[in-house]
């Protein structure tokens, strides 16, 4: 299989094609911070794929926005009390192919060798044994899974029991701090292909999965629905907020921020930032505010849905995420979108989406440089601030549309599906083939008996 690595075709959509039925797996789902799965889905059943949703186990928050929480009423869950289900499918598995199980479990012992231990993976055999039966259940064609973590090596294991074929997309970051361990090139060479989110992220794939695997790497980046995101009528420069929205985590940088903010205040004021989304840095974050004295300046709002979220940036001045480790944001193309300058660090496949043109783009940890870059978006005029917006909205438009998203996946996930038929169709052949010799041969046996 060769596909183009440096963007996945777009193909046109096939009206005469039988409508084609994929699972979608994910680890945890769906959860607030990963409405870019949900949207995929929605895109390709626009398209006519029919899409079964699996997750291996529920998010442990409440959900806020109410297409998560119809997701959630839709998502079949592997794990999540689950238990008695997942034993019963092993025994099952073993009474009418004890062969496939031996295989399953002989490569979930494998992938632990490598350093994942071996009571993960032994849940992930169990889980494959249950998700092989769901997949057959409702006549599954291929499975696609997002991050290449826990749920790409239940699909690995349930392929290699004699489940269809799957796929993965990579985001990264921290599915690539643990590539090796977890058994990346394994994966990688099971999977009818791999989608990379952007060039930086193939690259990792290719490093740690290996380059014999280029031809099957396709970079598809995460799309949006630009009629979702409709710029407000008010222009940037009339507002004095910055906006952060993101999980509040290492990871993302927002411990940094109340220090700028701080150093910010005597020169741009009057301003403010609100922080949108919750996680484990909140206490050090509202520690930094009441050091830095600056708790009048910001605001922490928690989980919004996707609405306030919208609503929040297109009233914002410009988003700011300072981020350490990323894999591409999805709230940088939200930004975008709705034609809001950014603020970010140049992580990752950042940079292949933020340039000068449409905001300002600053080494990660870098204080004075982070507080330069909010002091000129804070200083510019409304013709500069109108201009970035227009780029960046533009640039989502023409590298990150849904519709092209889909399409690419759709026909991703019609080759593999067409490829899988085609072997199959010659596993039979040859059987058959291979009965008639022996036929043949029995025949020939027997006239040497009578002679």
């Given at each position: ?37 949900r949207r995929e889905m929605a895109a390709l059943e626009a398209q006519g794929v029919t ?106 294991i349930t392929r290699t029991m004699g489940g269809p074929s799957y796929s993965f997309t ?282």
């Amino acid at each position: 299989m060769t596909i183009t690595p440096v963007e996945a075709r777009t193909t046109t959509a096939d009206e005469t094609a039988p409508r084609m039925t994929v699972a979608y797996l994910v680890n945890t789902g769906p959860v607030t911070s990963s409405t870019f799965i949900r949207r995929e889905m929605a895109a390709l059943e626009a398209q006519g794929v029919t899409v079964r949703r699996f997750a291996i186990r529920r998010w442990h928050l409440p959900l806020v926005d109410p297409r998560d929480i119809a997701d959630q009423a839709r998502t079949q869950y592997i794990l999540s009390g689950n238990l008695p289900g997942l034993l019963l499918a092993v025994l099952r598995q073993a009474a009418t192919d004890p062969a496939a199980l031996l295989r399953g479990a002989w490569l979930a012992a494998r992938l632990a060798r490598s350093g994942g231990g071996a009571i993960r993976h032994a849940a992930y055999f169990l889980e494959a044994a249950y998700f092989l039966r769901a997949l057959r259940r409702e006549g599954i064609a291929h499975t696609h899974v997002h991050f290449s973590s826990n749920a790409a090596a239940v699909a690995l294991i349930t392929r290699t029991m004699g489940g269809p074929s799957y796929s993965f997309t990579a985001h990264g970051p921290d599915e690539f701090l643990t590539a090796t361990e977890d058994g990346l090139a394994l994966k990688l060479s099971g999977a009818a292909f791999a989608v990379a989110i952007s060039h930086f992220c193939r690259a990792q794939l290719l490093r740690f999965g290996g380059t014999q695997f280029r031809d099957r790497i396709a970079v598809a980046r995460c799309g949006l629905d630009l009629d979702e995101f409709v710029p407000s009528d008010r222009p940037a420069g009339s507002s004095r907020t910055l906006v952060c929205v993101g999980r509040l985590c290492p990871q993302k940088g927002q411990v940094y921020l109340p220090a700028a903010v701080a150093a910010l205040r005597a020169t741009e004021a009057p301003f403010r930032l609100v922080l949108i989304g919750d996680g484990e840095s909140r206490p050090a974050i509202e520690a930094e505010i009441a050091r830095h004295g600056v708790g009048d300046l910001i605001a922490l709002r928690g989980w919004q849905n996707s609405a306030e979220v919208r609503a929040a940036i297109a009233e914002a001045r410009a988003l700011v995420l300072p981020s350490f480790a990323e894999g591409l944001p999805i709230v940088l193309l939200e930004a975008l979108a709705l034609a809001r300058p950014v603020v970010t660090t140049t992580v990752a496949g950042i940079p292949e989406l933020v340039d000068e043109a449409c905001g300002r783009i600053v080494p990660p940890g870098d204080g004075a440089a982070l507080v330069g870059a909010l002091r000129d978006i804070l200083r510019a005029d409304d013709a500069t601030l109108a201009e970035m917006g227009r780029t960046g909205r533009a640039r989502v438009a023409r590298h990150h549309d849904l519709g092209t998203l889909a399409t690419t996946l759709r026909g991703l996930f019609a080759a593999a599906i067409a490829r899988e038929g085609q072997v199959r169709e010659g596993q039979m052949r040859k059987g058959q083939v291979g009965v008639r010799a022996g036929r043949e041969r029995i025949g020939r046996e027997a006239a040497e008996v009578e002679t």
